[in-house]
């Protein structure tokens, strides 16, 4: 089935540690997306990648870290740097680059927690 | 301040009744997409609404849009337990940065048998 993997679904990071949460998208979509969602709270844009081996900033990038290796995977690494790193992570992706005017399809999402 | 802001933050109705939820915004937008939540899940594409469209349809799901209000409504019609789940909208813009595709905070809608 076509879609959008995400692993792993429950995390737990130490603090100091670095983790890494992945996405995987059989859909041959060319843009990948990370959100970070709170609780009771919208989606926030932490990084984006239009194209293979180019990724921007989204509106909540410090301590955070992306690749775009290949065009169906898009790890996200949460750094020892990011202070508040529990919430709810999702992946998605589009056919096109905007932002603006593509319909994003997303993953299942994944639970970080700082222990 | 808050992009794509939704009203009610929950509501809460009896099955076959029609859902309104709103959304408004204060910078011009290229389109306006809602999406569904339900619970500890990802988010799944409801409908895509573009500035020169004031009303789209799907299935039990009708969205407006006003652009000289700067708003945007989502009913479902004839709503089921199945519907209960958070519905957010998306303001999609171009901006001299780049698009952007912005989110508001969610309304909850919670549909009781």
């Known amino acids: 089935d076509g879609g959008i993997t995400q692993s792993p679904k429950y995390l737990f990071r130490k603090e100091g540690q670095n983790v890494t949460l992945s996405c995987e998208q059989n859909?041959?979509?060319?843009?990948m997306y990370w959100y970070r969602q709170d609780p009771g709270q919208g989606l926030r844009l932490i990084y984006y990648?239009?194209?293979?081996?180019?990724?921007q900033k989204g509106d909540i990038a410090e301590g955070y870290s992306v690749s775009r290796e290949k065009k169906e995977s898009f790890p996200l690494t949460v750094t020892s740097a990011q202070k508040n790193p529990t919430a709810f992570y999702l992946c998605?992706?589009?056919?096109?680059?905007?932002?603006?005017?593509?319909?994003?399809?997303f993953g299942e999402g994944s639970w970080l927690t700082v222990v | 301040s808050q992009q794509g802001e939704e009203d009610p933050q929950a509501l809460s109705i009896q099955e076959g009744e029609n859902a309104t939820m709103n959304c408004s915004y204060k910078?011009?937008?290229?389109?306006l997409q809602w999406y569904r939540q339900n619970s500890g899940r990802g988010l799944v594409h409801l409908i895509l609404?573009?500035?020169?469209?004031r009303e789209k349809h799907s299935g039990r799901l009708r969205v407006t849009l006003d652009t000289s209000k700067k708003s945007s409504s989502l009913l479902i019609t004839a709503s089921r337990a199945a519907d209960t789940a958070s519905y957010f909208c998306?303001?999609?813009?171009?901006?001299?940065?780049?698009?952007?595709?912005?989110f508001g905070e969610g309304t909850q809608l919670t549909v009781n048998p």
């Open positions: 998605a992706s589009s056919i096109g680059g905007s932002l603006s005017g593509n319909t994003i399809y």
């Open positions: 859909l041959n979509h060319d843009a």
């Open positions: 990648s239009q194209i293979v081996n180019d990724f």
């Open positions: 910078t011009s937008i290229n389109n």
């Open positions: 609404i573009r500035s020169n469209e």
């Open positions: 998306a303001k999609g813009r171009e901006e001299t940065s780049g698009s952007r595709l912005t």
